[in-house]
C-alpha cells in the first residue's frame, strides 16, 4: 500500500500580529496566486528546542515583523529548511535572520548577533542601515541571470521596504565565498536580495513582496514559493 503523505502546505515562520500591516499583506498575497497552497503560521516559541513540527510542511516564508519572541527557533527552522532542502523566503526580518543562520551554522561565526537585539555584541552580523527604510518604496537592480531577475523578468523593479537594519558590509564577503550571493542592490549598491546557490529555492529579501501583491496580479516572488511548495510536495510524493 502506498504511504499516505499530507498535502502541500507552507509554513509561515514569525509571531502573528492582526495589527501589523505586513502580517495582513502576507497572509493576503498567498490568496493572489493561482492555485492556492494552504499556510500556517508557525509561531517562533514553538520550534525552539526541537524542529520535529517542520516535518509536514513543503515550504516556509520567514515573515516580517522581527524581534520575534524566539530568535533560536526562527534560526533553528531557517536551518532546517536550509539542509533539508525545503523551499524558503526571508522577507525584511526574515532576510535578516536568514543572514544569522548562515553566519553562524555556515560561516562558523557561532556568537553571530543582530543589532537591534544585541547592540554591543562582538560579531553584529545584520546592522542598522544608514538610513531607514521603513514604509518606502525603492527601485532595485537585479542582477542579470539571477533567480530573481528571472522571476520578475526585468533587470530593475520597485519594491516596498518596511526595515532598518540589513548586511553588516563587514561580512558580505565571507557569506558570498560560501555561496549565499548577493544578487540585487538598490542604486547605491547595498544589496537587497540574496540567493543561496546551492539550494533549490533559498531566496532573502530585504524588501516585503506581499506588499505589491494584489488580486488577479500576484508578486512573481510569492507565486514561485507557491509553485515551489507544490513542486517540493510533488517530489515528496514520487520518494515515497
Not at 525552539?48 to 524566539?70: C, D, E, I, K, M
Request: net charge neutral; proline share 10%; glycine share 8%.
Amino acid at each position: 500500500m502506498p504511504q499516505q503523505t499530507t498535502p502541500p502546505l507552507i509554513g509561515i515562520v514569525g509571531d502573528r500580529n492582526p495589527e501589523l500591516h505586513v502580517h495582513r499583506f502576507t497572509e493576503a498575497a498567498f490568496g493572489h496566486v493561482t492555485r492556492p497552497v494552504p499556510f500556517e503560521w508557525i509561531p517562533t516559541e514553538s520550534i525552539a528546542g526541537s524542529t520535529q513540527r517542520l516535518a509536514g510542511y513543503t515550504a516556509f516564508l520567514v515573515s516580517p515583523g522581527s524581534p520575534y519572541r524566539s530568535m533560536e527557533g526562527a534560526i533553528a527552522a531557517i536551518r532546517y529548511a536550509r539542509e533539508h532542502r525545503v523551499p524558503m523566503l526571508g522577507t525584511c526580518g526574515g532576510f535578516q535572520h536568514m543572514v544569522l543562520e548562515f553566519a553562524r551554522n555556515v560561516l562558523g561565526v557561532t556568537d553571530a548577533e543582530h543589532e537591534e537585539t544585541s547592540p554591543d555584541a562582538p560579531h553584529r552580523v545584520v546592522t542598522a542601515l544608514a538610513c531607514s527604510l521603513a514604509g518606502q518604496d525603492h527601485p532595485v537592480r537585479h542582477f542579470p541571470g539571477s533567480r530573481v531577475a528571472t522571476l520578475c523578468r526585468a533587470e530593475e523593479t520597485v519594491e516596498p521596504f518596511f526595515c532598518r537594519f540589513g548586511i553588516n558590509p563587514e561580512y558580505r564577503p565571507a557569506l558570498e565565498s560560501k555561496g549565499f550571493r548577493v544578487t540585487s542592490l538598490d542604486r547605491q549598491g547595498e544589496p537587497r536580495v540574496l540567493e543561496l546557490s546551492r539550494h533549490p529555492f533559498f531566496l532573502a529579501t530585504l524588501y516585503v513582496p506581499q506588499a505589491r501583491s494584489r488580486p488577479g496580479s500576484p508578486h512573481p516572488i510569492i507565486q514561485a514559493l507557491s509553485d515551489a511548495s507544490r513542486g517540493f510536495d510533488q517530489e515528496r510524493v514520487g520518494a515515497t
